[in-house]
């Protein structure tokens, strides 16, 4: 087996490093959709109690009283951030992959060049 050009090598090196930054950016959306679907859920229990009903919510390890409408905006506040964080992982992710395939084409397409006999003079 012919050796693998350095160029080449170290564009392997540059796809792996993408593989794993993808896989993280996949890893921290998934994360993020997870949190905000808990955020509405509690956002919407929340809507359904009387305006005089006592409401906690949970600080560290505590579950402190607080009101309302204070722990309405907060979940309403920290949803609208996660969403904001959501779609920049999500364009990350697109930008990445669209990094991988590039990548990918390239390495591709240098190892076929390689591999493919050179004309010899006669």
Partial sequence: MEQIPPQVQHQLVQLQQLQQQAESVVAQRMQMELQLKEVERALKEVERLAGDAEVYKSVGSLLVRS????????????????????????????????????????????????????????
């Fill in 67 to 122: 009101e309302k409408q204070a722990v309405e905006q907060e979940l309403r506040e920290r949803k609208e951030t996660l969403e904001l964080r959501l779609n920049t992982l999500k364009k990350q992710e697109e930008k990445l992959k669209a990094k991988l395939t590039e990548m990918q084409t390239k390495i591709q397409s240098a190892l076929r060049s390689r591999s493919q006999p050179q004309p010899q003079g006669g």
